[in-house]
């Protein structure tokens, strides 16, 4: 998740400046003419940045941070809790790699940056497929169905649309003006999923089966039920590692005005 963030804000980054910024001592290049702040296209100026930009970082990463390609992003592990009335219980996720992040396209930008007591900046993106596998263990119930198993799994997802918001308002350090995050969010839809896993009820083949045949069709109920669970945790995971990031980039670096 770190070089997501990290991969985003060297984006914002070249969006901001045509030379170099430094975070944590290590300069970064930049790849692109700069958008300024108080231009009236500002928002067209980072969607076209970003969509240049994105697919590179994605591929190449950035060596000077250590940071390896988007496209497999691998996730080490992730706990996710739910509960509603057809669906309750817990998985924990392993070793798990996304691939497709590459493909994103980048369809509109909203932002307010001028003011720096109010920082709004909202990405829709949409990516053809995503595929994730990896490891997973768990138990609840479907319904009236238990789980409980530990396998590995895959997700195949189609025309994944989204939007990805942040807001935050300037604070002084060391005498020169940061942007701490405040509010992350990301909303997300998909236009069809499919799904595999081995045993998700241990030692019975045939209900696993069922089960499995039960997730494929009824697969957008689950999706909107755990939705909210699944934002939450990006919520809480990315906001302290976007402040750890965006503390390190001044105000007027990150989002300089026009020079008169």
């Not at 109920?221 to 755990?226: G, N």
Request: hydrophobic letters at 40%; one cysteine or more.
């Amino acid at each position: 998740m770190r070089n997501a963030v990290i991969l985003l804000l060297a984006a914002f980054s070249a969006v901001a400046r045509a030379a170099i910024i430094r975070t944590g001592g290590v300069e970064l290049p930049t790849y692109s003419d700069p958008c300024k702040r108080n231009d009236k296209d500002f928002s067209g100026c980072v969607k076209r940045t970003l969509q240049y930009l994105i697919p590179k970082f994605s591929k190449e990463g950035i060596p000077q941070l250590n940071v390896t390609s988007l496209d497999p992003f691998y996730l080490n592990e992730y706990l996710m809790h739910f509960e509603s009335t057809q669906i309750e219980g817990k998985a924990l996720f392993k070793d798990v790699y996304n691939h497709g992040l590459g493909s994103i396209k980048i369809v509109d930008v909203r932002s307010l940056v001028e003011d720096p007591e109010q920082l709004e900046l909202e990405v829709d993106f949409y990516m053809p497929k995503v595929i994730s596998n990896g490891k997973f263990k768990g138990e609840g119930r479907i319904g009236q169905m238990p789980l409980m198993g530990k396998g590995v799994f895959n997700v195949t997802s189609y025309d994944v649309t989204g939007s990805w918001m942040l807001k935050g308002n300037a604070v002084e350090l060391d005498g020169q003006r940061y942007m701490r995050i405040k509010d992350v969010g990301m909303k997300l839809d998909i236009g069809d999923m499919k799904i595999y896993a081995t045993n998700m009820i241990n030692g019975s083949p045939e209900l696993s089966q069922m089960a499995l045949t039960f997730a494929n069709q009824f697969w957008r109920v689950i999706f909107q039920i755990m939705m909210p669970y699944a934002e939450e945790g990006f919520e809480k995971i990315t906001r302290p590692i976007l402040n750890q990031v965006f503390l390190e980039v001044p105000y007027d670096q990150l989002f300089p005005p026009n020079r008169k």
